[in-house]
């Protein structure tokens, strides 16, 4: 069993910055997907970005040049920067794995085996 621990959220302003960090337990984490969902009140969960093993990254349009996903597998930890924050990113940020699935996949919340708690991240204007 595979436990993702989020951290890293918090409140800035319009064009501030945060980074997000996921931590997962086990050995195997070289091989997973990381992905980074977030979901609004009110709305439903949406993909964010994924990184694979080969450390191919994928965005939602919404976030392309903002944020940038990254990995380091000595410490079991995916990384997600966001700068030029915008109210509208304003959700809960949840990390999930996947050893399993496929890349016509990665933006479908369904696939992923693995889920953290979820960090808040709030913007205000």
């Known amino acids: 069993q595979v436990q993702l621990v989020e951290s890293g959220g918090g409140s800035v302003q319009t064009g501030g910055s945060l980074r997000l960090s996921c931590t997962a337990s086990?050995?195997?984490?070289?091989?997973?997907?990381m992905a980074w969902f977030r979901q609004a009140p009110g709305k439903e969960r949406e993909f964010v970005t994924a990184?694979?093993?080969?450390?191919?990254?994928y965005y939602t349009d919404s976030v392309k040049g903002r944020f940038t996903i990254s990995r380091d597998n000595a410490k079991n930890t995916v990384y997600m920067e966001m700068n030029n924050l915008k109210p509208e990113d304003s959700a809960i940020y949840y990390c999930?794995?996947?050893?399993?699935?496929?890349?016509?996949?990665?933006?479908?919340?369904?696939?992923?085996?693995?889920w953290g708690q979820g960090t808040q991240v709030t913007v205000s204007s």
């Open positions: 990184i694979n093993r080969s450390r191919n990254t």
């Open positions: 086990g050995s195997t984490f070289s091989r997973y997907v």
């Open positions: 999930a794995g996947s050893s399993t699935i496929i890349l016509s996949s990665y933006r479908m919340g369904s696939a992923y085996a693995y």
